[in-house]
C-alpha cells in the first residue's frame, strides 16, 4: 500500500518534473507526497581551501544563511504553486485524493534522503546528472541507505493520465528483479496492462518467467510475457518499452554493487544514463 511518497528536492531546475510523477501516483493512491528541501548549511556553502579571517569568515556565513533564506523562500513559493497546479492539497482535511506536505532539513540531500526515506513507501528523484555530477549519491543512498523502492523521472518529462497504465516489468529471475517486483506489486495492482519483458543473460537458478506469471496471475494481476533478442539487457528493455507503449518501467538494481556498475557500466547504469521514461527500481 502506498500512503507515503517522499520528494526530496533542491535548487536543480527538477522540481516540477520528480512532483508532477509523485502527485500523479499520489493521486491515483489516495497517497500523501512529502516533500523535503534539502537546505545546504552555511558552512559548506563557504570557499574551500582558502584561509579566512575570523571577520571575513563571519560575514561569508551570514551572507550565506542569507542566501539559503533567499532560495528557501523562492523554492516555497515554486512548490505551493506547483502542489496546487497538480492537483494536491496542502489542507488536511481537504476532499483531494492527494495530500501534500514542505518541510526543511539542512544537510547533504544524500543523508536527507537516507533519514526521510526509510519510513517512505516510495522515493522519488530525477534522472542522475552524471556529466553534472549530480544525483548518483542521491539514487545510492535511496537504494542502499533508505532500502526503499525509487522512482527516476528523466529531465523536464510531465506525466499525463496514462502514467503507470501500461507497467513493463524486466526479468531475468535475479535477486534484485524479484525485490523489483515484490516492492511494486501496489503500483502493478491497477494498471490495465502489465507487461514482462525478458531476454539476455538469465539467471540459471532464478524462477523462470512464466512462474512470475503465476506469481502475478494469483494476485488478480494478468501479465503478458514480450521476449526481445537485444543480447544487451539495457538496450533490450529500453527499445521494448518504446516498442509496446509502455509508460513505466520497473527493474531490479545494482546486481552488482554501484561502484563496480559505475566503474565497468552495468544494465543498470546504462538503462539510468539512456531512458527517456521513468523507471521504478528496487535492490
Known amino acids: 500500500m502506498i500512503k507515503t511518497i517522499l520528494v526530496p528536492v533542491r535548487g536543480d531546475g527538477m522540481v516540477a518534473t520528480v512532483l508532477a510523477h509523485a502527485a500523479e501516483l499520489a493521486k491515483q493512491h489516495h497517497a500523501q507526497v512529502n516533500v523535503v528541501h534539502c537546505r545546504a548549511q552555511p558552512k559548506d556553502l563557504m570557499p574551500q581551501g582558502v584561509p579566512l579571517g575570523e571577520f571575513a569568515q563571519k560575514v561569508m556565513l551570514e551572507q550565506a544563511s542569507e542566501l539559503a533564506n533567499r532560495q528557501e523562500n523562492h523554492l516555497r513559493g515554486i512548490l505551493h504553486r506547483l502542489a496546487a497546479e497538480f492537483g494536491l492539497s496542502e489542507e488536511p482535511n481537504a476532499e483531494s485524493a492527494a495530500l501534500c506536505t514542505f518541510t526543511e532539513q539542512q544537510g547533504r540531500m544524500a543523508d536527507v534522503v537516507k533519514h526521510a526515506g526509510r519510513l517512505s513507501d516510495l522515493i522519488v ?99 503478458e510475457i514480450v521476449p526481445f533478442e537485444e543480447k544487451d539487457a539495457a538496450t533490450g528493455l529500453l527499445k521494448s518499452c518504446k516498442r509496446i507503449g509502455a509508460s513505466l518501467l520497473v527493474i531490479g538494481a545494482y546486481s552488482h554493487s554501484h561502484e563496480t556498475e559505475m566503474l565497468f557500466g552495468g544494465n543498470t547504469e546504462r538503462i539510468v544514463d539512456n531512458t527517456e521514461m521513468p523507471i521504478l527500481m528496487a535492490h
Open 125 to 223: 528523484l530525477p534522472k542522475p546528472q552524471r556529466e553534472r555530477n549530480l544525483g548518483q549519491s542521491s539514487l545510492k543512498a535511496a537504494l542502499y541507505g533508505a532500502g526503499r523502492p525509487v522512482l527516476i523521472c528523466p529531465g523536464q518529462l510531465r506525466p499525463d493520465e496514462t502514467f503507470a497504465h501500461h507497467v513493463a516489468v524486466g526479468w531475468n529471475g535475479s535477486l534484485p528483479a524479484a525485490r523489483a517486483v515484490a516492492s511494486s506489486l501496489d503500483v502493478v495492482q491497477p494498471a490495465k496492462r502489465v507487461s514482462i519483458l525478458t531476454g539476455g543473460k538469465v539467471q540459471s537458478h532464478g524462477p523462470t518467467v512464466d512462474e512470475l506469471v503465476a506469481y502475478y496471475a494469483m494476485r488478480g494481476i494478468k501479465a
